[in-house]
């Protein structure tokens, strides 16, 4: 076991330092550069800056070095946690990340929790009741979420929730006054509020498929041969199905919540982007269409080391469970 | 009503004129906002008439004398936007009238003194004039910017910065700048420099000459006591002090002393707040001190249709950038209920978009029918412009040739009635009067090569939504004559690679820059390679002073002729009226095909803010909305 | 690292299957059709897809009442056209008809106000001659399913430019369409062949790809599709960069199936009836020919069919953040971004009608994957 735990964990590192250069070639295979990008945006709304601004913006940011010792330089003050600079915002990528993390954390933990509370049961009552009209109409209902392109619903909801039911300002977590205010228990509750929407419209997108694993997990239990014995020996019908095939069916739903992390927060970025949320997703959006390369660089490859993390996790925790997967 | 533009210009300040205009009454009393004078009456803050510039710059007002208070809330997408502040609150050395914009007018330099030949330009300083901080405004901050900033270096190898400045040449030498006295600076330059006094008052060019010395020494490897003025160290504290030649720059560091009307106070990453300078220098006609409101505000978006939203809720005050004008109709029908009104601007462009064929293009065939006048007038005349205009613009834009509007200042009569109408017989007769007589089956003309006349456009994106109909409409029209025209979508950056490379056979610009041609002909004649796309092996001739592309041929070889004229008159009227004959080459010669201009503007204001002109007029080189004044806006309760 | 949604290669009995012989005499997929035709809902999925690929991949041009880029100068942003069968005098009508529109304009808000005239009918007919087009691109004529040989009929509206929203719909589902179809089949392939190489040749080689995949597979998807999509060239012509966002829209996919296809390889090994073929000497591409690759081929389509509308609506996505294809390109993504602003929600909500094909395609394709998902396995009968 600890052989292949250590055997998993060699190949981490070799495999994080694939995926940091690729993500380096990748964010910078668009055509020009961060100033080119900024160039031409400012031309378009006829701000055009000044060339010697540019050649000065250039030097400062080291953008006419060759794209390897760029690569290196980032790479090397990675590994030391200095996550380089952020050509847009003039400060280090980890300040401009930070408070933003907390929030998207902060969203997409409650989204889920939203998503599970609504799936799991309906997974559980449709699988109970397979082939019903409740059934056929509730799969319909979440297919609804997966169908209805994100965008649009959040562009709905914001204009809804805008123009004809003014509750709480337009889009956003926060109203203005804490916008940059410090945390206080008012804060929180005007950002619960503010959350409200933005989970919802996540949160249908994701229900569908989560009803439909665990829809079809309850179902294979439901078959195995033990529950069937069980159910001829007179256990009455819901005890067997809430306390144990319940939880066997959660089990695989758990080794998944690990690995959804990475994708909640790049999966929200075009309903946040809509909503005005100031979550990662919008910055890093705004990053690769910059150019912003340390920004999106160094944000990608804590996605990826994370997911990776989970992946190894995952592994581990699994061939601890099942010996067999150890000499595969 | 003012008038915007006033097409018989004065004779401009060439001789020894001394503009200081709207001199305050020196027996006025000033009054100040009552936040201000709190602060006054607990001794923190020296008294208004002392804060104020001897003679401050008196500001006429929209509508009324205002009353103090309250924030203006805008909205801006973050850091990259920096525009958007600066369209509502930069301060040029010198500014357009008042009254008569063709004016050069003060700002925060009194005026300025130009010799007869335009070699030396004087510029004179308001006496008393301070920075945010209270520090004095003098000729050593001038100093400081040319000497310590421009023309430092920390390391021998590392270039001047004036160096890379075109505009600070003249015939390819710099000037002397010298210091008079406390409020007096002379540049001198051995051959006559007659556009200066325009680029002093262009944002676009004289960026950066603004600068507090008192503030930027403390980073300036020369003033610093344990750091050697040249070498590595000086290399990375210089850059520091080189990022403030960026006139944004001051937004994003609260504490940096400004002249404008608001301070920075808290930048976050999520909201930019400015509060009032309290030494700002502009006084409303009854001795009030400007600006009227005490905070500004500008709330980051992460996406541009935010603001359109925010503006329906009520909770913008006042916004142009960002507002489209295809929610013209929501907005307005949601005014009520957010409480605000929706402004309906003009554009100055004369063309959006302009089509630009390619004078240089690498098929040979194709070269030579862009460059025939009857070619490129016969798709002029194939475009319905009143059906664009109709379809896209609700009727508000106007249908015309690609050339300086009328009620513009380099307007010349006609010109934009130039091919302008729409003629698709007379269009398919200048075809066939070229022999593009073949046709195939699909009914598009075959070329002397016997190849299907098609064009392609390369067409940027995200570029103006407006284009992409618009060209959707002209494939549409130059179907009907026989002529085939493929839209290639091309990403921003590479779209103008792909122009520089020369690989394109057809782009599109907004012809955006029609005021001030003289100093910055791009609208009419090529001198960006990456952008000038009807030729751009001319511009970089022009550009590199004809070590790199192609010498102009034919109607260009005139402009350009005609365009170095330009720039060495030191007469103002007799250069804007040599530059009308370049105006009226393109026009005449088709050499860009226009389709609409005046295009509509749209932008909110909430119904308690006043003093917001109804009417105002859009343009590159006012910095809109900074052409409305945002220091006299106010607000009612 | 599974995918808990796919199902386990136990729960198919591939040893009935391959060695050829069942109890019923029935062949494998006699028995998967007999299973699937008895679920009515999955069967109703089925004539929906078909029916969207017949009218909108192989007869658009019948199918919708004018050509796409037709504009009614008259007729901007106009709402849909309600079909009557009843006319104001009450009486009836069995040709349907619609009122047509006098129209004016909001002098303030410029909202182009578009009202029924009831004097004006216009009856709707079938196979109906207007705009010329090329079926399949070859046989030239005017024949269009319905419409009014006179005036113009737009029985969805019209957009911004005065353009039948119906005859956009419907000629923009073709790419959309084809977007999943391609993108899928393209993922399949490599999906497929890399599984199998992967879980048939082990150890070295199988783990090197599971790294790979797993690089791939840890990746956020909408950060490598914007910047691949930034790097694709754009002067490229709507069909070629077409397939380049399908390919990179497979791109992410393939990895998914490669490794199902990898598991499946992986317990099919062991099974007797490879070992023996193996023992016997039966070369390795045979024995990946006749029994690896036929007892993955249920398991496949299955994970094809839900993978389909997830092109679809990545298309859209795609287009929403203007990475995808771009007007003047035509398919539902395009739609919906021109649908992303204010005033369509407030003014013209009409433009966002692509949504209800696109909603009704990934609905019909999801529970057709189910039907087939649960048809595949027809030896079990816990699902019944």
């Known amino acids: 076991m600890a052989e292949y735990s250590l055997n998993r964990l060699v190949s981490f590192f070799p495999t994080l330092f694939i995926v940091s250069i690729l993500v380096f070639i990748i964010i910078n295979a668009p055509p020009g550069d961060y100033l080119t990008v900024l160039a031409n945006e400012l031309r378009q709304t006829g701000d055009a800056a000044a060339e010697y601004e540019l050649g000065i913006l250039e030097q400062r940011y080291g953008l006419n070095q060759p794209i390897h010792v760029r690569y290196w330089k980032w790479i090397t003050n990675f590994v030391k946690g200095d996550l380089g600079e952020s050509f847009e915002w003039r400060k280090p990528v980890s300040e401009v990340i930070g408070d933003r993390l907390l929030l998207t954390l902060i969203l997409s933990g409650s989204t889920m929790f939203f998503t599970w509370l609504i799936s799991i049961p309906i997974g559980v009552y449709t699988a109970i009741h397979k082939d019903s009209l409740s059934d056929r109409v509730l799969t319909i209902v979440g297919f609804l979420g997966l169908a209805t392109p994100n965008f649009l619903l959040a562009l709905v909801a914001l204009y809804l929730s805008a123009v004809h039911f003014q509750v709480i300002g337009v889009g956003g977590l926060f109203s203005e006054e804490f916008a940059s205010a410090p945390w206080s228990v008012a804060k929180a509750i005007d950002l619960v509020k503010h959350m409200i929407i933005p989970i919802l419209v996540i949160g249908t997108s994701q229900m569908a498929e989560l009803i439909r694993i665990m829809r079809s997990n309850m179902l294979d239990i439901l078959g195995q041969p033990y529950v069937l014995t069980n159910r001829a020996k007179g256990l009455k019908g819901h005890v067997i199905v809430y306390k144990h095939c319940l939880r066997v069916a959660i089990n695989p739903l758990i080794s998944m919540a690990g690995m959804q992390l990475p994708n909640l927060i790049s999966g929200t970025m075009i309903v946040a982007i809509v909503l005005n949320l100031p979550t990662v997703g919008p910055m890093l959006r705004r990053a690769l269409v910059s150019q912003d390369v340390y920004l999106s660089g160094s944000f990608l490859m804590i996605v990826t080391a994370l997911l990776l993390v989970g992946n190894l996790l995952a592994d581990v925790a699994l061939a601890l469970a099942d010996p067999r997967i150890r000499y595969n | ?637 | 690292m599974t995918d808990p949604s796919a199902p386990t290669p136990t729960s198919v009995d591939t040893t009935k299957r391959a060695t050829g012989h069942s109890d019923s005499g029935v062949s494998y997929w006699q028995l998967v059709w007999r299973r699937f035709s008895k679920n009515k809902l999955a069967m109703a999925s089925l004539i929906v897809v078909a029916l969207f690929y017949l009218t909108m991949v192989a007869f658009p041009e019948f199918i919708s009442p004018h050509s796409p880029g037709y504009r009614a100068r008259s007729m901007i942003e106009a709402p849909p056209m309600r079909i009557h069968f009843i006319d104001n005098e009450g009486s009836w009508s069995l040709r349907p008809f619609v009122y047509l529109y006098d129209s004016s304009r909001d002098p303030r808000s410029l909202r182009r106000v578009y009202a029924e005239n009831r004097d004006k009918k216009a009856f709707l007919y079938l196979f109906v001659r207007s705009t010329p087009y090329r079926l399949f691109g070859v046989w030239e004529t005017d024949i269009h399913l319905f419409g009014n040989p006179d005036v113009d009929i737009f029985p969805l509206g019209t957009d911004g430019q005065g353009r039948c929203m119906l005859s956009r719909i419907v000629h923009a589902g073709r790419i959309s369409l084809t977007v999943g179809l391609v993108g899928v089949a393209i993922s399949l392939v490599v999906g497929t062949i890399v599984g199998i190489i992967s879980g048939y040749l082990g150890g070295r080689v199988d783990s090197l790809i599971q790294r790979f995949i797993e690089i791939l597979m840890s990746f956020p998807s909408i950060p490598l599709w914007m910047s691949l999509a930034a790097a694709i060239p754009r002067h490229w012509s709507i069909v070629t960069t077409f397939f380049a966002i399908t390919m990179l829209l497979s791109l992410i996919n393939w990895g998914g199936l490669a490794r199902q296809v990898r598991g499946l390889v992986l317990s099919l090994k062991e099974r007797d009836f490879v070992s023996a073929s193996r023992a016997m000497g039966v070369p390795t591409f045979t024995i990946v020919l006749r029994h690896l690759l036929p007892n993955c081929i249920s398991h496949i389509i299955v994970v094809a069919t839900i993978a389909i509308p997830k092109m679809v609506i990545g298309e859209t996505s795609l287009s929403f953040l203007g990475i995808g294809l771009r007007a003047p390109a035509l398919s539902w993504g395009v739609l919906l971004q021109d649908a992303q602003n204010i005033n369509t929600i407030a003014i013209t909500p009409w433009l966002m009608l692509p949504t209800i094909p696109l909603f009704v395609i990934v609905l019909a394709f999801n529970a057709l994957g189910d039907g087939l998902r649960d048809a595949a396995d027809p030896y079990t009968s816990h699902k019944a």
């Open chain 2, 1 to 637: 009503m003012k008038t915007l533009f006033r097409v018989n210009r004065l004779l401009l300040a060439t001789l020894f004129v001394l503009l200081l205009a709207h001199v305050g009454d020196a027996n006025t009393a000033y009054r100040e906002a009552p936040m201000l004078s709190k602060l006054v009456s607990e001794g923190q803050l020296p008294p208004v008439a002392d804060r104020l510039p001897k003679e401050p710059l008196v500001m006429q007002v929209e509508e009324e004398i205002g009353t103090y208070g309250g924030t203006l809330v805008n909205v801006f997408t973050g850091q990259s936007d920096a525009s958007a502040v600066r369209r509502v609150l930069i301060e040029v050395p010198l500014w357009f009238g008042q009254d008569n914009r063709d004016e050069i007018a003060s700002n925060i330099f009194a005026g300025y003194q130009a010799a007869d030949d335009g070699s030396i330009v004087t510029v004179y300083l308001r006496e008393g004039l301070r920075w945010s901080d209270g520090h004095p405004y003098t000729a050593d901050d001038i100093m400081f910017w040319w000497e310590d900033m421009l023309l430092y270096t920390p390391t021998p190898d590392q270039p001047r910065v004036a160096d890379s400045i075109p505009w600070l040449h003249a015939n390819g030498r710099l000037p002397r700048v010298t210091k008079i006295n406390d409020y007096e600076v002379s540049f001198e330059w051995d051959e006559p420099n007659p556009l200066f006094p325009e680029i002093l008052r262009n944002d676009l060019f004289i960026t950066g000459i603004l600068q507090p010395k008192h503030h930027l020494r403390q980073f300036h490897p020369r003033y610093l006591a344990d750091v050697p003025d040249q070498g590595p160290e000086a290399v990375e504290r210089f850059q520091v002090v080189l990022d403030y030649l960026s006139p944004t720059e001051k937004y994003w560091n609260p504490g940096t002393p400004s002249l404008e009307a608001w301070v920075t106070k808290v930048w976050d990453g999520r909201q930019l707040l400015l509060e009032r300078n309290p030494y700002y220098f502009k006084v409303d006609p009854a001795g009030n001190q400007l600006p009227y409101i005490d905070y500004v505000r500008f709330d980051v978006i992460e996406d541009r249709q935010l603001a359109n939203i925010k503006a329906m809720a009520g909770e913008i005050d006042f916004q142009f950038r960002h507002i489209d004008f295809q929610n013209y109709t929501a907005l307005v029908e949601n005014e009520e209920r957010g409480n605000y009104r929706t402004l309906l601007w003009q554009d100055s462009g004369g063309a959006a978009p302009n089509i630009l064929l390619n004078h240089n293009c690498k098929d040979p065939v194709l070269r030579e029918l862009i460059r025939s006048k009857e070619f490129r007038a016969a798709l002029s005349l194939a475009i319905d412009r009143e059906l664009i205009n109709e379809m896209l613009w609700y009727g508000l834009a106007t249908p015309m040739q690609g050339t300086a509007p009328v009620g513009t200042p380099f307007y010349v009569e006609g010109m934009d009635r130039m091919y302008a109408e729409y003629a698709p017989d007379q269009a398919n007769a200048l075809l066939d009067g070229l022999g593009l007589t073949q046709r195939n089956r699909d009914g598009i003309r075959m070329r002397p090569d016997n190849q299907p006349l098609t064009l392609y456009l390369d067409l940027m994106s995200p570029g103006w939504p407006s284009h992409t109909e618009t060209f959707e409409l002209v494939q549409d029209f130059w179907k009907q004559i026989g002529v085939d025209l493929k839209i290639n979508v091309s990403e921003r950056s590479l779209y103008h690679m792909r122009i520089e490379n020369n690989e394109h056979q057809l782009a599109h610009w907004n012809m955006d820059r029609t005021l001030m041609p003289t100093l910055d002909p791009q609208s009419f004649l090529p001198i960006a390679p990456d952008q000038n796309a009807e030729a751009p092996l001319y511009a970089k001739w022009y550009a590199t002073n004809g070590r790199e592309g192609e010498v102009p041929e034919d109607v260009y070889a005139e402009m350009y002729r005609v365009y170095q004229q330009v720039v060495s008159t030191v007469d103002a009227k007799e250069r804007n009226e040599l530059f009308k004959k370049i105006v009226r080459l393109h026009a005449e010669n088709v050499m860009t095909i226009g389709t609409v201009g005046l295009t509509p503007v749209v932008g909110v204001a909430s119904n308690r803010l006043r003093n917001v002109p109804e009417k105002e007029i859009q343009a590159t080189e006012f910095r809109t909305p900074r052409n409305a004044q945002p220091e006299q806006f106010f607000f009612v309760d």
